[in-house]
């Protein structure tokens, strides 16, 4: 009788250990739930003032800074069977003249900021030259016509020479960009910048060239080499060293003055971009010239804005290991705050 008594006090025991040890389990949950549910929410306010900013864009009419070049090149020739497009010489003719004034750009903005730091002139060295094509269903392919007076064959050994010492830059038509894809990316596995065949204002596009000409950078001297958050957040610093060269200063000294507005009494970089307002954003179009652009330039720029100012907080407020916390901007931005702003752009549509 005893033992039974022990045994059942015993076991009374446990399950009242038990019992506790599972609400204090589930008071910490929930706890953790608040306080990640109260993060989301508060993002959500930086996520509603950058969906109210794109969607102003979208309402602007299209203007010569912010207008797609190339809708489609299926114009050019005769699809086979594989729906690739096989160019004549006519279609060809046809857009050489537009693409040559594109590459003009491209080479004319790198050389303008060739010399705006180390990593820029690292960049330079690397690459001899620059060779475009045209995205055409999953391949690309060359505008540049044969030279009178030049062998076809023996043009076409100097262009493949070329192609393998030179940086490619295929421009793509807007009927082959996806709803989700980039409109410039450097795709590593055919080592070339791809741009989408779309005017940005000039600053911006700087910005983003000389971002996606580290990524080519990196993939050369670290071929094989996973690129990190830190990398992506180290290029997105490069990318506003650019832009502000090319607004002379103003794009860093406005970023300054908003971290020192907001984030003194923060505590945290996403504390201090909560409090940002779509004003603000407003005058740093006015400083990249973008303040008329389109849907495509803002969606880009917002996100270079947050960015930004983020990194600005973390270089004046952020703990000493600056790399680890830009990668954790990098990926708060690209997780948690993609998704507060996907149910603010949502929630805004349906208005």
Not at 107 to 119: K, M, P, Q, S
Not at 213 to 231: E, F, N, S
Not at 305 to 319: E, Q, R
Request: one cysteine or more; a neutral charge; hydrophobic letters at 40%.
């Amino acid at each position: 009788m005893v033992d039974k008594v022990k045994s059942s006090s015993t076991k009374k025991t446990v399950l009242k250990w038990a019992l506790m040890s599972f609400g204090a389990l589930c008071a910490v949950a929930v706890s953790f739930l608040a306080i990640d549910f109260y993060g989301y929410s508060q993002d959500y306010h930086l996520a509603a003032t950058t969906s109210l900013y794109t969607r102003e864009h979208a309402q602007k009419e299209q203007t010569e800074n912010d207008g797609w070049w190339l809708n489609s090149i299926d114009s050019f020739g005769e699809k086979n069977a594989d729906g690739i497009v096989i160019p004549a010489q006519e279609g060809v003719i046809k857009i050489a003249e537009t693409i040559a004034q594109k590459k003009a750009k491209v080479v004319e903005t790198i050389n303008r900021y060739r010399g705006v730091n180390a990593l820029a002139e690292k960049i330079v060295a690397e690459f001899p030259g620059y060779r475009t094509t045209v995205f055409n269903h999953g391949i690309s392919f060359t505008t540049e016509l044969v030279p009178r007076g030049v062998d076809k064959e023996e043009n076409m050994n100097r262009i493949q020479e070329e192609m393998e010492q030179y940086l490619e830059v295929c421009f793509i038509s807007r009927d082959q960009i996806g709803d989700d894809d980039a409109w410039l990316f450097y795709r590593d596995d055919w080592r070339a910048l791809m741009i989408a065949a779309i005017d940005l204002p000039d600053k911006l596009f700087a910005g983003l060239l000389w971002h996606e000409m580290g990524h080519a950078y990196l993939d050369k001297v670290c071929r094989g080499q996973v690129t990190t958050a830190a990398d992506e957040m180290m290029l997105h610093r490069f990318e506003f060293t650019i832009m502000n060269a090319a607004t002379g200063g103003s794009f860093q000294h406005y970023v300054d003055s908003l971290v020192d507005r907001y984030g003194g009494n923060s505590g945290d970089y996403q504390s201090c971009l909560r409090k940002i307002k779509l004003n603000n954003f407003r005058a740093l179009d006015k400083i990249l010239g973008c303040a008329n652009s389109g849907l495509a330039a803002s969606n880009i720029a917002s996100a270079c804005y947050v960015l930004a100012i983020g990194a600005g907080y973390i270089d004046k407020f952020g703990p000493r290991d600056k790399a680890a916390e830009d990668a954790k901007l990098y990926r708060w931005m690209n997780k948690r705050f993609a998704k507060n702003l996907l149910r603010a752009s949502e929630a805004i549509a349906k208005r």
